[in-house]
């Protein structure tokens, strides 16, 4: 069975720490709350544990893992040489929403690395997830508490769903802060480069990196596998989703031909939007023809979007569509640019320009 412990976001209760602390050194699976989503987390060291981690969430063997530590000096053991950008990101950003990939030491397994040479890195700062990993002493291997390709978490809720009967415990800290994954900086070689946007955007990284590259990100890439992880479909609704690009009147045209289409053939229509456009979409589309439309936050409050975005693409499977139509005006800066690379991820492909 598994088992659900609430804990206080702030001050969580050290009797509950404890105990998750000590399933994880025994080899359990932990889901917790970060600041960014739920991870999953294993004793990094040990590889039957990151071995059953892989099965559980349905994973492929070759989409590496991010170490989650407490401080600093646990890095040491981790890799085989700390870059001098590492230190100087780390006193800005850490505890944070950043994870740092550098060149592995030994101590790390094929198993967490995928076998690269490298490993990623991330001292977070949730209260709950810094007592856990303090507590537990040890690395802690932590990929998103979701199934494969299915949209991360960020409420216990979310864990049991995709998890329940599958792990041994969910600490529930309530919602997390941020919504979306850290920003992935890869420090191993050539220029640092992002290899996935988030809370920490690139502007934030210059003030302390004299250059920052960006990897683009799907369907922009021509090389979409350049890295694992960089999986086309991706933190995916069960209905397909079709993201309207660009010019917003046209966008809403398109969508609003083409949920009447689809109704006619008798699909059940989900619409994704803005706060800012509900309205304008609930009176071009009958309550019989849009059966769910969902409310992404406001247009000018990205850090509100990010924070929704995951639990709106979940609530489409509650809702059962069998398709999904979503406009987000598209910010490229900031928070934006990690919102737009999570929804041409549930895209997979499906992108309408207007
Ligand atoms: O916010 C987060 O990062 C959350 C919380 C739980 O910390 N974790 C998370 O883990 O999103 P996951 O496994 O869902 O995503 C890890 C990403 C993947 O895109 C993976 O390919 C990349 O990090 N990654 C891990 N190790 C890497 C490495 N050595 N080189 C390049 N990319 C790596
Ligand atoms: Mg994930």
């Not at 000590?22 to 960014?36: H, I, K, N, Q, S």
């Not at 690269?116 to 690395?139: E, F, K």
């Not at 079709?242 to 009447?260: F, K, Q, S």
Request: glycine letters at 6%; charged letters at 25%; one cysteine or more.
């Amino acid at each position: 069975m598994i088992e659900v412990v609430r804990v206080d976001p702030r001050e969580p209760a050290q009797e509950a720490i404890a105990r998750a602390a000590d399933c994880l050194r025994e080899g359990g699976l932990v889901a917790f709350p970060t600041e960014t989503v739920y991870g999953l987390g294993v004793n990094a060291l040990d590889e039957a544990a990151v071995r059953r981690l892989f099965e559980v969430k349905g994973r492929p063997a070759n989409d590496p893992l991010i170490v989650h530590v407490a401080s600093f000096d646990q890095i040491g053991a981790l890799v085989s040489r700390i870059p001098s950008t590492a230190r100087d990101l780390a006193a800005r950003f850490w505890p944070g929403p950043l994870t740092l990939v550098m060149p592995r030491s030994t101590a790390v397994s094929d198993a967490v690395t995928a076998g690269l040479d490298t490993v990623a890195i991330r001292i977070p700062s949730h209260p709950v997830a810094h007592a856990l990993l303090s507590a537990a002493g040890v690395p802690v291997a932590a990929p998103s508490a979701n199934l494969f390709s299915r949209p991360s978490p960020t409420t216990a809720a979310h864990v049991l769903e995709d998890l329940d009967g599958r792990i041994e415990m969910v600490l529930d800290g309530g919602p997390t802060h941020v919504g979306v994954e850290s920003t992935v900086l890869d420090l191993s070689h050539g220029a640092p480069t992002i290899l996935r946007p988030g809370w920490v955007d690139i502007d934030a990284l210059r003030t302390v990196l004299p250059r920052v590259d960006v990897r683009p990100s799907a369907p922009d890439s021509t090389d979409a596998m350049a890295s694992p992880g960089m999986l086309e479909r991706h933190y995916s609704p069960r209905a397909p989703l079709t993201l309207y690009e660009g010019n917003t009147d046209a966008a809403i045209e398109r969508m609003v031909t083409d949920a009447r289409e689809a109704h006619r053939e008798g699909a059940r229509i989900g619409v994704l939007t803005v706060s800012d456009l509900v309205e304008r979409l609930r009176g071009r589309l009958a309550p019989r023809v849009a059966a769910h439309i969902e409310d992404a936050g406001a247009a000018s409050d990205l850090p509100e979007i990010a924070a929704r975005l995951y639990a709106a693409l979940r609530a489409f499977d509650a809702a059962r569509v069998d398709v999904i139509l979503a406009h987000v005006p598209s910010v490229a800066t900031g928070l934006g640019a990690a919102i737009r690379d999570r929804l041409y991820r549930a895209a997979a492909g499906r992108i309408k320009r207007t």
